[in-house]
């Protein structure tokens, strides 16, 4: 009767952790390697060696298959030539180039294939040849994970007694045998051969002893209970002997190769606060897929009992397993029927918050602050949290290996964001290895990834390859999906790009059959952008003030760019049509001070005062702010109005200040304040055009013009007197002299003014 029970309980053991599917082999090209990513639980073991024209990959196990059909989509045949599977659990990788190999595992197992440039190093254990079967050397298999409760009921059965059901270590509820047993593992598929073979090696063990159940506690049978009348008396427990669970442990090589003292201490954030415990935020063991589809009803049976009362494991069991499939609201709702007393409900709630958004807000805030632990608990604090600062204390290497360890779907919903937030903080090495890990292991490709990896290779100084990510994605996923077409438009704007006439025509399209909505102002702003960056200001200003909503403040930002590089780049005519039908717009807050100043100063060179000042407005002579009092009293000036200019300039600093005012004094005709303020200014030559028109010929004795110097020597030092004993024309050749002096003197200042 024992070896009945002891069937059973191996089998309900068992039965999980069969599961079988097609190992789908992706791949990625990289600048001087291309890799091959093998997604099945490799710990059984493996070898990687050489064949002809290439390498042999041999999985200890022969009930895998390998799906094929995506390795050429995204690496080119340069390095890779072919691959094939002839029988189970083989791969040939065929190769055309002097290339060498490389073979290691990642996380849970997954086995990583690179095929690199150049010769082997020395010692490169991928280098021998594969001569016997496959997997005749694989590596010693890891023990393998039974299910919480095993031992207790391995035990029992062989004791005669009850066995309790077996249940997952991550969820309360039971799974008894049924339609789908150990559907809560998350396992996928079940492999029958696979379970027989087990269970009839397992039995044959325990029939020749080989398995020996621990007794634990005392040697009564299992028809006395402990403390009976007459029984025999119970022992004490000693400390030193482990519970019934304790014999089945799980240690990696690592483990055991690097013990440490604290191994079992608490994971604290950088502030000192416990972090959650490792499996208590481990998505991926919340859930598993059917062939590939959801199996909520294998979760929703049992939900409720007598009278249609939900059971509150059971709801949360179910609200994890929509977070499994990143359904957050309805996992949100499914917390409804838990307790909010349950250990876990805030982190699962905070996990469907940030599942379920969208936006840039904090979400998620029970998460807040974990982004140091050494568990998946990083990877939710900073989807949850605030936007990364490049000098903020992140655990990044626990965040990719978390997010390494989710299922396909939930990596291609939250690779994006994470990338995105370690891009936006300038932590790009992160970033770049997230993104690899998200271009091997999502289910699919989205635009949100790709322009994410496009916004990393525009932070890495490669907007080359930024745009080809992009022009790739469109082309691969929907051409004509607005979303997509907008998210390609924006990132090539934002990367300095200008947008080619075909893809403004779609966006014109776009946005006429989407008018009136929210997308329509999107593409509409998109529109603006693109034509600001090609110089089509006057262009850019109809879009903004005739799509766009006035109250919206990126569409008023983008308003004062148009104008404020309009009067910095456009020509002439282009800018005066662009500005002067606008001038009140401009003066009213339809551009910021730098803008306005801007398109002031550009018309005030142009020879516009008068739209100069009514774009300053009529307070900008007596107000506060020191450039808008200097230009008006400049526009004044050009107006011919040297005494309100002056009165403008009053107390105002500086030497551009200085210069001004000298202009107005010189126009009021106080040359000499004229020559001082310009002194004061920095401006020589004027102050020695204001000695010349003073006639103040010692002053120009030192002036820096040679010119100045030979004209007021002319003047400081007449021609020497006739001297005795000159004959007559002597005397009149000095003064010809002189006044030739004098003459080339006046000709070389009047050229220079």
Same mark, same amino acid.
């Given at each position: 009767m024992w070896r009945i029970a002891l069937g059973l309980v191996l089998f309900l053991a068992v039965a999980p952790m069969a599961g079988a599917e097609p190992v789908t082999v992706r791949s990625g090209d990289h600048q001087d390697f291309t890799r091959l990513v093998l997604g099945f639980d490799a710990s059984a073991g493996w070898q990687l060696g050489r064949i002809d024209g290439g390498w042999e990959f041999r999985a200890a196990r022969d009930d895998i298959t390998f799906d094929l059909s995506q390795v050429f989509d995204r690496i080119p045949r340069n390095r890779i030539a072919d691959i094939e599977s002839p029988a189970?659990?083989?791969?040939? *990788?065929?190769?055309?180039?002097a290339c060498h190999a490389d073979g290691f595992e990642l996380r849970r197992g997954r086995v990583v294939i690179d095929v690199k440039d150049g010769p082997a190093p020395e010692g490169n254990p991928f280098e021998a040849r594969l001569d016997g079967p496959s997997g005749s050397d694989a590596t010693e298999a890891a023990p393998v994970a039974l299910p919480a409760g095993f031992a207790e009921a391995l035990r029992a059965a062989a004791l005669g007694q009850a066995a309790t059901p077996l249940r997952n270590a991550d969820s309360p509820v039971p799974f008894e045998a049924g339609p789908e047993p150990g559907a809560d593992f998350g396992r996928v598929g079940r492999n029958q051969e696979f379970q027989r073979m087990v269970l009839d090696q397992l039995a044959r063990a325990a029939s020749q002893g080989l398995i020996v159940p621990a007794r634990l506690g005392s040697d009564r049978s299992p028809d006395t209970g402990a403390g009976a009348p007459g029984g025999p008396k119970v022992a004490e427990a000693d400390p030193k002997v482990p519970s019934p669970g304790d014999h089945v442990r799980i240690e990696t090589a690592v483990d055991r190769d690097n013990p440490s003292p604290d191994r079992e201490a608490d994971d604290l954030t950088a502030a000192g606060q416990v972090c959650p415990a490792p499996g208590r935020l481990d998505l991926s063991g919340w859930g598993y897929l059917r062939q590939g589809t959801a199996a909520i009803d294998a979760y929703r049976a049992g939900l409720t009992g007598e009278f249609d009362e939900v059971d509150p494991a059971r &709801?949360?069991?179910? /609200?994890?397993?929509? /977070? %499994? #499939?990143? %359904?957050?609201?309805?996992a949100r709702q499914m917390l409804g029927f838990v307790p909010r007393s349950d250990p876990d409900w805030d982190l699962v709630d905070a996990m469907a918050e940030i599942l379920d958004h969208e =936006?840039?807000?904090?979400?998620?805030?029970?998460?807040?602050?974990?982004?140091?632990?050494?568990?998946? !608990?990083?990877?939710w604090a900073v989807l949850a949290g605030s936007p990364l600062r490049p000098d903020q204390e992140v655990n990044e290497n626990a965040v990719i290996r !978390?997010?390494? =360890?989710l299922p396909a779907h939930a990596k291609t919903l939250l690779g994006p964001r994470l990338i995105a937030a370690f891009t936006t903080a300038h932590r790009l090495e992160a970033a770049a290895l997230l993104r690899n890990a998200l271009d091997l292991g999502a289910s699919e490709r989205t635009m949100d990834a790709a322009v994410a990896g496009a916004r990393l290779d525009a932070a890495l100084g490669e907007p080359e390859k930024a745009e080809e990510r992009l022009d790739s994605a469109l082309a691969e996923t929907d051409p004509d999906s607005p979303e997509a077409l907008l998210a390609l438009a924006e990132q090539k704007l934002g990367m300095g790009r200008t #947008?080619?006439?075909?893809? *403004? $025509?779609? #966006? $014109? !399209?776009? @946005?006429y059959e989407q008018r009136g909505t929210e997308l329509a102002e999107r593409l509409s702003y998109a529109l603006a952008r693109a034509a600001l960056a090609r110089g089509a200001h006057a262009e850019a200003r109809d879009l903004i003030l005739t799509r766009l909503p006035p109250e919206d403040a990126r569409a008023r930002s983008l308003l004062r760019k148009v104008y404020q590089d309009a009067a910095e780049s456009a020509d002439a005519d282009s800018f005066l049509r662009l500005v002067l039908p606008h001038g009140p717009e401009l003066g009213g807050g339809g551009a910021d001070r730098a803008a306005r100043l801007a398109v002031a100063e550009r018309l005030l060179t142009l020879g516009f005062p008068d739209d100069t000042l009514a774009l300053l407005?009529? =307070?900008? @002579? @007596?107000?506060?702010?020191?450039?808008t009092r200097l230009l008006a009293a400049r526009a004044l000036l050009?107006?011919?109005?040297? =005494?309100?200019?002056?009165?403008?300039? &009053? @107390?105002?600093?500086g030497p551009e200040a200085a210069g001004v005012m000298a202009e107005a004094q010189e126009q009021l005709g106080n040359l000499d304040e004229a020559r001082r303020l310009y002194q004061r200014a920095g401006r020589q030559a004027d102050a020695e055009r204001m000695a010349v028109l003073e006639r103040d010929w010692s002053a120009l004795l030192a002036a820096a013009d040679p010119a100045l110097r030979g004209l007021a020597e002319r003047f400081v030092r007449p021609v020497a007197p006739e001297a005795a004993g000159d004959e007559p024309y002597d005397a009149a050749a000095r003064m010809i002299e002189a006044s030739a002096r004098a003459r080339a003197a006046l000709e070389a200042l009047l050229h220079g003014q």
């Open positions: 189970p659990g083989v791969l040939r *990788i065929q190769v055309p180039c &709801a949360m069991a179910l /609200a994890r397993y929509y /977070a %499994f #499939l990143t %359904f957050g609201a309805e =936006g840039s807000a904090p979400v998620g805030r029970a998460l807040d602050g974990y982004e140091t632990c050494n568990s998946e !608990a990083a990877l !978390a997010f390494d =360890g #947008l080619a006439p075909e893809m *403004i $025509e779609a #966006l $014109e !399209a776009i @946005a407005g009529p =307070g900008a @002579a @007596a107000g506060e702010d020191h450039a050009a107006q011919g109005d040297a =005494g309100l200019a002056v009165a403008a300039l &009053a @107390a105002l600093d």
